[in-house]
């Protein structure tokens, strides 16, 4: 059996024993499919993935997961240093049928005040030979077929409201970003219940919060302004907007959530990015996402687009469900 077709069963074949294997250990089994258009033939079009994720290893948590495309594993560790702060890094290998590979490394630290986080990852395929759809997603992904790219962050809190932060990006397009972050929670004074001591303090609850933003991007091709404004509510509701503005560069991109919104415990995210000055990512991006409960697991539901270098228009959707093996406590008497 070889070709497309015969990779394509064995994945799913491989899959399945994978989860009948390790899903005593794990918390959650993966199944998706997706579609793209505009695809040369419909096995490029659809593609299904099956996977186990959050498996307890080695003091972490691994996932494992087989697509018609690629077979990609991961595995995430949090130590903690206290009183000082903590580490969490994580790895992602994907494979793809056709040998390509991609590696992806991730590591965030807090040491008192500083936050630093630091993304590498090498290639010798593109990110849409694995994932298609990650074309548009609402982070830029670099489209190149090989290469290498990497992003440092660092944070320092100067108090509860404000932060500096300074970061760069090297790879097919290096730049460096500095900026100031402040935030800002909305306060109500509850009106007194029937019986309270009228001398006591009166009671408050935060109703939401406020973060904007003011700093300065620079680098091959681009060179600009940023500024942008974040809302964010106890019960779930986000939205945000940022700006770069500069001599010859230009860009905006928003996102708005909520919580409960399409069913109880459903969560729906909108989002949508205009980058022109980006060269290895798609300039312009939006999407539509949608979790909701069901039964044992959660349904998810997404729906994608945008343009890409080339000027082509593309559209896609993804529908999964995640079946949660979680062991229920047995109620204590």
Do not use: C, H, K
């Amino acid at each position: 059996m070889t070709g497309r077709n015969g990779w394509a069963g064995m994945a799913l074949m491989a899959a399945l024993a994978a989860v009948g294997v390790g899903g005593a250990g794990a918390t959650g089994v993966d199944f998706g499919v997706s579609y793209r258009t505009p695809a040369p033939t419909l096995l490029d079009a659809l593609w299904g993935r099956v996977g186990v994720s959050d498996v307890d290893v080695l003091g972490g948590t691994g996932r494992l997961g087989i697509s018609t495309r690629a077979a990609d594993a991961g595995y995430t560790r949090t130590l903690s240093l206290p009183p000082l702060g903590a580490v969490t890094s994580s790895t992602d290998l994907a494979v793809t049928y056709a040998g390509g590979l991609r590696l992806t490394s991730r590591a965030s630290a807090t040491l008192g005040p500083v936050a630093l986080n630091v993304v590498g990852a090498v290639f010798s395929t593109s990110a849409t030979s694995v994932d298609p759809l990650s074309a548009w997603s609402s982070a830029p992904t670099d489209l190149r077929d090989r290469g290498w790219t990497a992003d440092v962050t660092a944070r320092y809190r100067v108090n509860r409201t404000l932060v500096v932060l300074a970061g760069g990006e090297f790879g097919a397009q290096a730049q460096g970003t500095l900026g100031v972050e402040g935030r800002r929670d909305l306060i109500r004074t509850l009106p007194p219940a029937e019986g309270d001591d009228p001398d006591a303090p009166s009671e408050t609850e935060t109703t939401g919060t406020v973060t904007w933003r003011v700093g300065a991007r620079a680098g091959q091709g681009v060179l600009g302004a940023t500024a942008g404004v974040s809302y964010s509510t106890p019960d779930g509701l986000s939205a945000s907007v940022d700006g770069l503005l500069g001599p010859s560069s230009v860009g905006l991109s928003a996102a708005v959530g909520a919580s409960g919104v399409v069913g109880e415990g459903s969560t729906m995210r909108a989002y949508a990015a205009y980058e022109p000055w980006r060269t290895a990512s798609a300039p312009l991006r939006a999407g539509l996402e949608y979790g909701a409960p069901l039964g044992s697991g959660t349904l998810n539901v997404a729906v994608s687009g945008g343009r890409d270098l080339a000027g082509q228009v593309g559209l896609g959707a993804r529908v999964g469900y995640t079946l949660d093996l979680t062991p229920v406590s047995p109620e204590q008497p």
